[in-house]
């Protein structure tokens, strides 16, 4: 843990090469330190070093005892979207919503990730599932990714009156966000 501490400060210091060694080092120590191993996975997806990042997160992620495993789920989660496997990603991310309930980066990283990997039916009821929470909560409301995966589904089922509503809010409210910039891709 000394070691690995050590490699968080070098990598804030932007000593990019001594970090990684303390880290691969820590590890070769103890090849079980489940937090060193999410640090070294984040370091690594950091420096766009995905499929490094994504060995790191799934051996993390098989340590049942650490607590913070939810985190390493979604970490897994996004390293394998931007390697664009989105079957990957929606499995961690949906095994993130059943590590942390209530966890609204998980269940809109498993919409979205279903619907890169086109699996609309599996991404409706999730998204259902989304809505009636933000409905129902004063302290929850859409995201810029909440909005345009709602767009996308219903776009794909041809609802083009809730794909408008939801676009509005899009650009009503997160008007300088990247997914109002993808969505205004997707319509021109």
Request: charged fraction near 30%.
């Amino acid at each position: 843990p000394a070691i690995a501490a050590k490699a968080l400060i070098n990598q804030e210091q932007g000593e990019y090469d001594l970090a990684e060694q303390r880290f691969r080092r820590a590890l070769d120590l103890e090849p079980e330190y489940t937090r060193g191993r999410a640090h070294f996975g984040v370091f690594l997806y950091n420096r766009g070093r995905y499929e490094e990042a994504l060995e790191q997160f799934r051996r993390a992620s098989g340590d049942t005892d650490y607590e913070g495993r939810a985190g390493i789920f979604v970490n897994l989660a996004r390293t394998a979207s931007q390697l664009e496997r989105h079957d990957e990603a929606a499995e961690a991310y949906q095994r993130a919503m059943q590590l942390r309930r209530g966890s609204t980066t998980a269940h809109i990283g498993a919409v979205t990730s279903l619907i890169d990997a086109g699996r609309y039916r599996e991404a409706r009821p999730l998204y259902r599932q989304l809505t009636m929470r933000i409905e129902r909560s004063p302290d929850a409301s859409h995201t810029p990714a909440s909005l345009l995966a709602g767009i996308r589904l219903a776009k794909e089922s041809g609802d083009d009156q809730e794909a408008s509503e939801l676009a509005e809010q899009l650009r009503e409210r997160f008007p300088d966000s990247e997914e109002y910039q993808q969505y205004r891709t997707m319509v021109t």
